[in-house]
């Protein structure tokens, strides 16, 4: 650079320095910026136009005791004895739940991290209701074929019901009256305090869309809650009133653990 030309920019008030980065700029190809020179960063980033936005839904939870409708005030199930045949009718007056979680996912093998309806919540399946409500999870739109429940003992610090409530302390319970074969009508009630994780599959993917109402519905078939075949002991062979709890006999909670297992494998999710 001659001394002269060192001389003009002196007088101008450019440095070499400044000069040299101007030059090197210039040669980076970083492109040109005609934005305002007192605010000289550039515009952020926008992603590419052909990467899809996925949108997320407003998902609300129900629960019926079948497919079609709830039961009835009371309703009248037949019951099967171990060799599969009918063995009388239970009449069901209470039909109670306790579900500590309920999540809903894209399939067995998925493990992402979702919003999740979290309990407790008292599953009331002779009147169609989920207490308390709800409310509604925002998931991505898209198909999911599996839930996972939690079955959990309803503690007294949930203040969900009367302290001589039977379902205090369980997280099942089942009340009514069993008539046996020969026509005997006797009480009937069921308590369990299992505490423990299933899943669900859907027979059909639930297709959870933008723009819709998303509701998926818990069905639970009860045609099968009280199927005993294959058992060891048949609900006849309970002497006096049926009573399942933790107290009973060893005979009597089998009957009673064949009876939980039922009323998990009768449940189904399904898109109302």
Known sequence: MSGKF???????GITSAMLALAVATADSGCGTWSGNPKNPSPPAPQPPSNVPVIEPVSVTL???????????????????????ASAGTITLTQARVVLKEIRIRASAGD????????????????????????????LAAGSYSRVELRLHKLDKDANAVGENDPL??????????????????????????????????????????????NAVVLAFQQSIWFDL???????????????????ADDSAKKVRDRIKENLKRSARPERE
């Open 111 to 138: 493990a992402a991290i979702r919003e999740k309806f979290e309990g407790p919540y008292i599953v009331d399946l002779m009147n169609d209701r989920v207490l308390p409500d709800p409310g509604a999870i925002s």
């Open 229 to 247: 075949t294959g058992a060891e002991v048949d609900l006849g062979d309970i002497l006096g009133d049926v009573v399942l709890d933790e107290d």
């Open 6 to 12: 060192k001389h003009l920019l002196r007088m101008s």
């Open 62 to 84: 129900r629960a019926r005791a079948t497919s079609g409708a709830a039961l009835s005030t009371a309703e009248t199930i037949t019951v099967r004895g171990k060799d599969g």
């Open 168 to 213: 205090l302390d369980h997280s099942i319970h089942l009340a009514g009256t069993y008539t046996d074969a020969e026509g005997r009508a006797r009480p009937f009630e069921l308590t369990h305090d299992v505490s423990e994780e299933f899943g669900l599959e859907a027979t059909t993917p639930l297709d959870l869309k933008a723009g819709v109402a």
